[in-house]
């Protein structure tokens, strides 16, 4: 049920509130509002203003599988956070010339979810899937590009993933989609690996990353 008006915003976080039996609530998201602009805008927005203006809500949040919508957030509310799904990971970075500067300027977090893109960057394979559907062949050739790269350097492609997504300066937390305890153990492990700068470099002689994009950099993180 699609309700963004601001009654239904209301109604909605109370009964959160009592199904977690909490009385605050440390983020609020407006989810998907894809189809529902102006009531976002116009009634969400305000009474998450209202929840956090009471304590009951902390910060004010939109979260999306796409980038234009969310910098339009970002450009006309009061907004805390952004979650941008599968828009800027290794292999799909549709955040990176707007959203991605605009968060940075206003001082909005940015949280990244769908870093393996649906599965595809944590298996490349004809058939893998990418934002929910069947992987179209060129964007599974991409991502097999991606793996060859981390191969010849004796990296993980997940791990490449996901310390690309956490390189950006806006970013601030990455949400861990997994299926088992052990993926969600891989995390950390695949978090502190070290990765040379050298495969930074070859992937974007590759034409595989964008070049205005952030990498981390091994030589910065190592101490003197």
């Known amino acids: 049920m699609f309700d963004y008006s601001y009654d239904g915003v209301l109604r909605s976080v109370e009964a959160s509130l009592g199904r977690l039996g909490l009385d605050r609530i440390d983020i609020l998201y407006v989810h998907d509002p894809d189809d529902h602009w102006e009531a976002a805008i116009g009634g969400a927005?305000?009474?998450l203003h209202r929840l956090r203006d009471e304590g009951t809500g902390g910060a004010i949040a939109a979260g999306m599988n796409q980038a234009p919508m969310l910098a339009r957030f970002v450009r006309e509310s009061d907004i805390d956070v952004v979650l941008v799904a599968g828009r800027y990971t290794l292999l799909d970075q549709a955040a990176l010339p707007e959203l991605m500067p605009l968060c940075l300027d206003r001082n909005v977090a940015v949280m990244i979810g769908g870093v393996m893109n649906s599965g595809i960057l944590a298996d490349p394979r004809p058939g893998a899937r990418f934002n929910y559907a069947s992987a179209p062949s060129a964007l599974v050739e991409r991502a097999q590009g991606l793996r060859?790269?981390?191969?010849?350097?004796?990296?993980?492609?997940?791990?490449?993933?996901?310390?690309?997504?956490l390189a950006h300066p806006a970013v601030r937390s990455l949400v861990a989609g997994v299926?088992?305890?052990?993926?969600?153990?891989?995390?950390?492990?695949l978090m502190a690996l070290p990765i040379p700068d050298a495969l930074w470099a070859d992937?974007?002689?590759?034409g595989l990353v964008d070049p205005a994009a952030p990498v981390p950099s091994r030589a910065a993180s190592d101490p003197a």
């Open 148 to 165: 060859a790269v981390c191969e010849r350097h004796g990296v993980p492609l997940r791990a490449a993933a996901i310390q690309f997504a």
């Open 203 to 206: 992937l974007r002689a590759e």
């Open 179 to 189: 299926r088992t305890i052990d993926h969600l153990d891989d995390y950390p492990a």
């Open 45 to 47: 927005i305000p009474a």
